[in-house]
């Protein structure tokens, strides 16, 4: 009988869990300081897919190869754009109202998105085929009964490479420190003179480009996109970062790894539940332990 968990199945997660990752990251980063769930998230993560795609696409009409780090650098620029845009139009003005008034503005925000990008000429709401052999050309490492690409390798290195460096920012750098200040206590941290909106534009930029990036790695390795393409990685990311503690950067990794290996496991049994396990842990999660695996349980002000 065919081993339904094994090696093969063990990578691909982590694979998958690799881009959820940087998906996750994003909605973290911004919950953590602006207490905002940007469900517009999933649509930067798109919009990354679309700005690698066409740059490419021109590439080859012009009888020249676009550079690989060019790429990488296009795909984070229109997901930080398209995140920063999103926060000055649409999220800045409700800043202090009430939550729910963001939190629908954002699912707005989202709609918005894909069904402009599904109406625009150029780009339509059909599929396209992600040009990733003339990016990169595959190639297959085999190890026993397990092969692995090199888009995994190339996915789980830059993911891992980002999300190092997004430590390394939060954690040893002034704009961290400022980032970190503004998270706990807003008004404490005016009063140090700490440029509020300056800190939430920086946080939207790096969510926003962590997503780009994610949505180059995911048309590399699942080579078709479409305007919707970013509903559900978008959601399974968020409650990946629900799981491991959504404000809690380590918490958004682990989460992410976990729903992608779970996913993958699951799928290789039956693909509907595959699809359907994030949400179940989702459920599972809110039930038993709400504040996330690394998160803290937090009093209210009454």
Same mark, same amino acid.
């Not at 409700?94 to 990008?117: C, D, H, N, Q």
């Not at 039956?270 to 949400?279: D, H, R, V």
């Given at each position: 009988?065919?081993? *339904?968990?094994?090696?093969?199945?063990?990578?691909?997660? *982590?694979?998958?869990?690799? #881009?959820?990752?940087?998906?996750?990251?994003?909605?973290?980063?911004?919950?953590?300081?602006?207490?905002?769930?940007?469900?517009?998230? +999933?649509?930067?993560?798109?919009?990354?897919?679309?700005?690698?795609?066409?740059?490419?696409?021109?590439?080859?009409?012009?009888?020249?190869?676009?550079?690989?780090? %060019?790429?990488? *650098?296009?795909?984070?620029?229109?997901?930080? %754009?398209?995140?920063?845009?999103?926060?000055? #139009?649409?999220?800045?003005?409700?800043?202090?109202?009430?939550?729910?008034?963001?939190?629908?503005?954002?699912?707005?925000?989202?709609?918005?998105? &894909?069904?402009?990008?599904?109406?625009?000429?150029?780009?339509?709401?059909?599929?396209?085929?992600?040009?990733?052999?003339?990016?990169?050309?595959?190639?297959?490492?085999?190890?026993?009964?397990?092969?692995?690409?090199?888009?995994?390798?190339?996915?789980?290195?830059?993911?891992?490479?980002? !999300?190092?460096?997004?430590?390394?920012?939060?954690?040893?750098?002034?704009?961290?420190?400022?980032?970190?200040?503004?998270?706990?206590?807003?008004? =404490?941290?005016?009063?140090?003179?700490?440029?509020?909106?300056?800190? #939430?534009? #920086?946080?939207?930029?790096?969510? +926003?480009?962590?997503?780009?990036?994610?949505?180059?790695?995911?048309?590399?390795?699942?080579?078709?996109?479409?305007?919707?393409?970013?509903? %559900?990685?978008?959601?399974?990311?968020?409650?990946? =970062?629900?799981?491991?503690? *959504?404000?809690?950067?380590?918490?958004? !990794?682990?989460?992410?790894?976990?729903?992608?290996?779970? &996913?993958?496991?699951?799928?290789?049994?039956?693909?509907?539940?595959?699809?359907?396990?994030?949400?179940?842990?989702?459920?599972?999660? %809110?039930?038993?332990?709400?504040?996330?695996?690394?998160? &803290?349980?937090?009093?209210?002000?009454?």
């Amino acid at each position: 009988m065919e081993k *339904i968990f094994n090696l093969q199945q063990l990578i691909n997660g *982590i694979q998958l869990g690799s #881009i959820y990752a940087l998906i996750a990251l994003g909605y973290t980063m911004v919950y953590g300081i602006v207490r905002l769930i940007n469900f517009a998230h +999933g649509d930067f993560f798109m919009i990354g897919a679309y700005a690698s795609y066409f740059i490419i696409i021109f590439g080859n009409l012009r009888g020249y190869h676009i550079p690989v780090v %060019l790429v990488f *650098i296009i795909s984070i620029a229109a997901g930080s %754009l398209a995140a920063v845009l999103a926060d000055k #139009i649409a999220y800045k003005p409700l800043r202090y109202k009430p939550r729910i008034s963001a939190l629908i503005t954002a699912l707005g925000v989202s709609m918005f998105i &894909e069904y402009l990008f599904s109406a625009l000429p150029f780009i339509g709401p059909s599929y396209r085929a992600f040009p990733n052999e003339q990016f990169i050309k595959s190639k297959i490492f085999e190890f026993g009964n397990t092969t692995i690409s090199n888009y995994i390798i190339i996915d789980v290195l830059v993911s891992v490479s980002l !999300m190092i460096f997004l430590t390394y920012l939060v954690k040893y750098t002034r704009i961290g420190m400022a980032m970190r200040a503004v998270s706990q206590d807003k008004d =404490a941290a005016k009063l140090m003179g700490i440029d509020i909106e300056k800190i #939430i534009t #920086i946080t939207f930029i790096v969510g +926003g480009g962590l997503a780009g990036a994610a949505g180059l790695l995911t048309g590399v390795s699942y080579p078709r996109i479409f305007p919707y393409m970013g509903v %559900l990685p978008g959601l399974k990311a968020f409650i990946a =970062a629900v799981l491991g503690g *959504i404000g809690n950067i380590p918490g958004a !990794m682990l989460g992410s790894y976990i729903m992608g290996i779970s &996913e993958t496991f699951a799928t290789s049994y039956n693909s509907l539940l595959g699809e359907g396990i994030a949400f179940a842990i989702l459920i599972l999660v %809110l039930l038993f332990r709400p504040q996330g695996l690394l998160g &803290e349980t937090v009093a209210e002000k009454v």
